[in-house]
């Protein structure tokens, strides 16, 4: 293979896969607040596997202290949190726990429409055989992580809107032409 096309080669590799690293790097999510209830680690601990988790899934996720506030819910709010956190994507946790179940509920917010882009849910009860609470938090932030991908992708096609069928006047058939008299 000549020396320029290698270097041509590389060149586009390099130039794809900077478009796919500003396409991912697009896609920030924060986790801006963890709400516990009952026996249950530290929300620090549990901040960090939700992290963990969603970096899992493939995003960009800044470690940043944790919104001391309550959750938030309206849009105003969620624009100051992305600017905060420098996120596109919010992502609140609930654990609610009791010495015998714990359940976990993890919320990804889209920060510019206020659109709830997922809810995921798992409960482990004492029969279960459930790994800790962090590791669950962290599969299901990865799980979470990998339906926004998703959602995200489908996203443009969804909120494209399909396009105005034109309407044209109907066309006039032409008539024949009388022969010319004679």
């Not at 709010?77 to 946790?93: Q, V």
Request: with cysteine; charged share 20%; glycine share 4%.
């Amino acid at each position: 293979m000549p020396k320029h096309c290698l270097t041509i080669a590389v060149g586009l590799w390099l130039t794809a896969s900077g478009l796919a690293v500003r396409a991912v790097a697009a896609e920030a999510l924060a986790v801006v607040g963890v709400v516990t209830e009952g026996d249950t680690p530290a929300p620090q601990d549990l901040a960090a596997a939700l992290r963990r988790g969603f970096v899992q899934g493939g995003f960009a996720v800044p470690a940043a202290k944790l919104d001391p506030g309550p959750p938030c819910t309206q849009h105003a709010c969620y624009a100051e949190l992305a600017t905060k956190f420098k996120a596109n994507l919010l992502a609140w946790a609930k654990v609610q726990s009791s010495p015998q179940t714990y359940e976990v509920e993890i919320r990804v917010v889209a920060a510019d429409t206020a659109d709830t882009v997922t809810v995921d849910r798992i409960r482990c009860a004492a029969d279960d055989l459930c790994p800790p609470m962090p590791q669950t938090m962290q599969r299901l932030a990865k799980e979470a992580g990998r339906k926004v991908r998703l959602r995200l992708a489908e996203a443009p096609l969804a909120k494209t809107p399909a396009p105005d069928p034109v309407v044209r006047e109907p066309a006039a058939l032409a008539s024949p032409t009388p022969p010319p008299p004679p």
